[in-house]
């Protein structure tokens, strides 16, 4: 089943569930709130409310208000050999802020104060029951399903400390969506090729398949700290081929599309603009 948020106007959101061209709303504001509900999903996957054209459809953030977005750094092996490291022991953890987060179509605010804007196309794990100290068993049940998403980051922001945040939290540049497609459909370890264009070049290309730290054993390294809340999203890292990497380097500087797909997720098509435009 694929899943979806869209917005209605006058600052309302529905859950919706995608039926061929079709969207049929599910009787929740958004997929967050789908997730939070008793057998959400199962009242989802029978709901018939009112229908949309999947055309022209304003896809919110697939699920706009996440308690928390945990991501991982260094989680392929090309990326970690293109940044200089050495291949990681555990997970490298940061998190990101609801604001954050943008639509599959919304456009990426480039801030003012970075001149190393910067791509990196992302697996995004969200979660569907609640999970604390989760084992193996656990930890699969735990997850809903998997969108996409891009940390577009500061790279000059966040290299002027050791720690990342700083760089990973600019209001309105983090695109997720444009579905949750659910675990039944994927399985919880997916192996999906995944790719990152800007303006119709390949910048990045890669499987899901070769993730280090797969989505069941971050779910249960996460929640060994944290509770994990439905709705929560953890993004599971990105492959080779970012700008800050390239050399030269190669960064967004305004004016740029930049599209993000994940075989059978779906696809993020995102214009670079400067904030406040």
Known sequence: MKLATIRLGDHRTAAVRVEGDQLVEVGRPDVGAVLAAPDGLAAAAAADGA?????????????????????VGLNYQNHIKEMGRDLPEYPTLFCKFADTLIGAADDIR???????????????????????????????????????????????????????LQGKNWDSTTPIGPYLVT?????????????????????????????LFDPVHLVRYVSTMVRLNPGDVIATGTPGGVGHARKPPVFLKGGELVVTEIEGLGRLENRVVPEGA
């Open 110 to 164: 480039r801030p003012v104060e970075t001149e190393q804007f910067d791509w990196e196309a992302e697996l995004a794990v969200v979660i569907g029951r609640q999970a604390r100290r989760a084992d193996e068993e656990q930890a699969v049940a735990a997850i809903a399903g998997f969108t996409v998403l891009n940390d577009v980051t500061c790279r000059d922001w966040q290299f002027r400390t050791r720690e990342w």
């Open 183 to 211: 675990a039944d459909e994927t399985g919880p370890r997916p192996a999906l090729d995944i790719r990152c264009e800007v303006d119709g070049r390949v910048m990045q290309s890669d499987n899901t398949g070769d993730l």
């Open 51 to 71: 229908r949309h054209p999947l055309a022209g459809a304003d896809l919110a953030p697939v699920v706009p208000r996440p308690s928390k977005v945990v991501c």
